[in-house]
């Protein structure tokens, strides 16, 4: 694909617009259905680059970016579904449609990981409405603008912050005045982690000014900048032929002279997102800053349980000058029935794909679940007085002293998510459930998974 071919304007898709991209009539009209009908609940949006360079429209429906970028029936169960397509399709009454809309976003666990009950950091006894503060050296900065992507992924955990849902469930900040504040009181923070949403899909004028408000002198303990940005995948033209493309490197070039890491974390989840020629060259415009790129996304049934397609992925990057950095497990959010695969099954794609690459792309960690205490990679299966284990560590927590200290929980070939393990060895407690000293921070795991939704189910 050269460049010449490529489109340099962004153009979105939406619900309200897809039928005027040239491939919805291409479409079966159940495939059609699905989006009209799901998309009411899951928000849909992609753009023309998707559209005409990633999805391969011979593969429809199984091609894994057409999965990714598309609402499909199967994300809901059967009952549901009818029951939404009736109101959706009937035209008829609102009012119902707005509160069954909202009945299966909230079954839906929207806020995982304690992120409403527990990441939300004060500053003078307030709550700081676009901050999260999970573990002690990183600060999330969610910026207002940020808080959209350039398409949405179908599995995202971010999803309420795009579905229009009660405004006390999203995270945005309007400046970074607080953010400033907040950082100067807090010298243990070295990182700050610009997120969204896509930070980038703002323009680099309003995005430099983010840069330019942690640069200042007294932020010195601030070491590293993060970026997590989707863009590298499907609107690489933001690192190449954007109008501000060139502005946007020269901002990632100050950070580095300023002698601060920059870090951009790049979202990809399948191989086909950097086969184009202009991915490929994004990276290398990135990296030509100084800034690191590293490589991150989710194992997802459907999209990316081809060990080869992470080692593709990987071993592209890397002969890029990007760093895999992560492969996550599916987390427990949204449409998670439709996309978790086994512990066990994450196990074995991260370990047969690990094991095809070069040494220099085995500085990806994995599988890795960003769950309530943190952090937490299956390092395998074992066996261990004849009882057969999961093998597990923190590879971050909200407690500094986990990290990296291997446990173990009895092996369920079905389980999915860190709450349905129990601790092996016939143990009551895994130990990070019992430490006192975080008792105000941390509950059991099993309640943290729904922690946010009693109270928030209120206005329902
Ligand atoms: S890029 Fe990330 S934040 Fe954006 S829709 Fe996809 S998963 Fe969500």
């Known amino acids: 694909m050269s460049l010449?071919?490529?489109?340099?304007?962004?153009?979105?898709?939406?619900?309200?617009?897809?039928?005027?991209?040239?491939?919805?009539?291409w479409m079966a009209p159940e495939l059609r259905e699905a989006v009209q009908v799901v998309s009411h609940v899951l928000p849909f949006r992609t753009n023309?680059?998707?559209?005409?360079?990633?999805?391969?429209?011979?593969?429809?429906?199984?091609d894994p970016i057409y999965r990714l970028t598309f609402p499909h029936k199967d994300m809901l169960p059967a009952h549901e579904y009818e029951h939404l397509r009736d109101l959706v399709l009937g035209g008829g009454d609102a009012k119902a449609l707005a509160a069954t809309v909202q009945a299966i976003r909230m079954r839906m666990n929207p806020h995982p990981a304690g992120q409403l009950t527990h990441n939300v950091p004060q500053l003078n006894g307030e709550p700081l409405r676009g901050l999260q503060h999970k573990y002690r050296e990183t600060?999330?900065?969610?910026?207002?603008?940020?808080?959209?992507?350039?398409?949405?992924?179908?599995f995202c955990f971010r999803w309420p912050q795009f579905a229009g849902m009660d405004g006390d469930l999203k995270f945005d900040a309007r400046d970074t005045d607080q953010l400033v504040a907040y950082l100067k009181a807090h010298p243990d923070v070295t990182d700050v982690l610009i997120t969204g949403g896509d930070p980038l899909i703002m323009n680099t004028r309003s995005f430099e000014q983010i840069i330019d408000a942690l640069l200042v002198p007294e932020l010195g303990h601030i070491q590293n900048i993060r970026v997590g940005t989707k863009s590298v995948a499907y609107w690489p033209q933001r690192f190449v032929?954007?109008?501000?493309?060139?502005?946007?490197?020269?901002?990632?070039?100050?950070?580095?002279?300023?002698?601060?890491?920059?870090?951009?974390?790049?979202?990809?989840?399948?191989?086909?997102?950097?086969?184009?020629?202009?991915?490929?060259?994004?990276?290398?415009?990135?990296?030509g800053t100084g800034a690191t790129l590293r490589m991150q996304g989710p194992l997802i049934r459907h999209i990316n349980e081809d060990p080869n397609s992470w080692a593709e992925l990987w071993t592209t990057g890397v002969?890029?000058?990007?760093?895999?950095?992560?492969?996550?497990?599916?987390?427990?959010?949204?449409?998670?029935?439709?996309?978790?695969?086994?512990?066990?099954?994450?196990?074995?794609?991260?370990?047969?794909a690990y094991?095809?690459?070069?040494?220099?792309?085995?500085?990806?960690?994995?599988?890795?679940?960003?769950?309530?205490?943190?952090?937490?990679?299956?390092?395998?299966?074992?066996t261990i007085n004849g009882e057969k284990l999961f093998a597990l560590q923190f590879l971050q927590a909200r407690n500094p002293e986990w990290?990296?200290?291997?446990?173990?929980?009895?092996y369920v070939p079905h389980a999915t998510w860190l709450d349905q393990l129990q601790p092996a060895f016939g143990q009551s407690k895994f130990f990070f459930e019992s430490d006192e000293q975080?008792?105000?921070?941390?509950?059991?795991?099993?309640?943290?998974?729904?922690?946010?939704?009693p109270q928030l189910v209120t206005g329902t």
């Open 4 to 25: 010449e071919t490529l489109p340099d304007k962004f153009k979105p898709y939406t619900r309200q617009s897809i039928s005027q991209a040239r491939q919805w009539q």
């Open 355 to 382: 094991s095809q690459v070069s040494g220099l792309a085995r500085t990806v960690r994995g599988p890795s679940m960003s769950a309530f205490p943190g952090k937490v990679a299956i390092d395998g299966v074992v």
């Open 48 to 62: 023309a680059y998707v559209m005409d360079h990633l999805i391969d429209w011979a593969k429809v429906p199984d």
């Open 403 to 410: 990290v990296r200290k291997p446990f173990f929980a009895k």
């Open 139 to 154: 600060v999330l900065f969610f910026p207002s603008s940020g808080q959209t992507c350039h398409a949405y992924c179908t």
């Open 438 to 453: 975080l008792h105000a921070r941390v509950i059991p795991i099993k309640q943290a998974r729904h922690a946010a939704a």
């Open 241 to 287: 032929t954007d109008k501000d493309a060139d502005d946007l490197l020269r901002v990632f070039e100050r950070v580095v002279k300023s002698g601060k890491n920059m870090a951009v974390m790049g979202h990809y989840n399948h191989a086909a997102e950097l086969r184009p020629e202009i991915a490929q060259r994004a990276v290398k415009r990135i990296v």
């Open 319 to 352: 002969k890029l000058g990007a760093i895999p950095y992560y492969m996550f497990v599916e987390r427990d959010t949204g449409p998670s029935e439709y996309f978790a695969l086994p512990l066990a099954r994450a196990h074995e794609v991260f370990q047969q």
